[in-house]
Nanobody, 116 residues
Framework: QAQLVEAGGGLVQPGGSLRLSCAVSGSILGINNRAWYRQAPGKERELVAR???????TYADSVKGRFTISRDSAKRTVYLQMNSLKPEDTGVYYCYMQSGFGDTYWGQGTQVTVSS
């Protein structure tokens, strides 16, 4: 069964940068939706960014201009470049993909902590 393997989280000071990656292990046919979500302590999981097969992107208002989602189809990997990080960006970040058959996949989550 396919899995999503995330990497790149950690502790960073306010104003710093991190790059998250999410790679497909196994096979997912016809991926048509890739996204990053996050969940802060005591809050619901929220959409951070999404990228379609055409490259069209969508961002949460709170991260526009600071975060960039991208994909490398050949490597079956999606990235989230996070710049100008703020303490309120702290949380567990989850990768999400959906196949053309409607199957959904979630990564295991990677912790991002923004603190001085």
């Amino acid at each position: 069964q396919a899995q999503l393997v995330e990497a790149g989280g950690g502790l960073v000071q306010p104003g710093g940068s991190l790059r998250l990656s999410c790679a497909v292990s196994g096979s997912i046919l016809g991926i048509n939706n890739r996204a990053w979500y996050r969940q802060a302590p005591g809050k619901e999981r929220e959409l951070v960014a999404r990228i379609s097969n055409t490259g069209s992107t969508t961002y949460a208002d709170s991260v526009k201009g600071r975060f960039t989602i991208s994909r490398d189809s050949a490597k079956r990997t999606v990235y989230l470049q996070m710049n100008s990080l703020k303490p309120e960006d702290t949380g567990v970040y989850y990768c999400y993909m959906q196949s053309g058959f409607g199957d959904t996949y979630w990564g295991q989550g990677t912790q991002v902590t923004v603190s001085s």
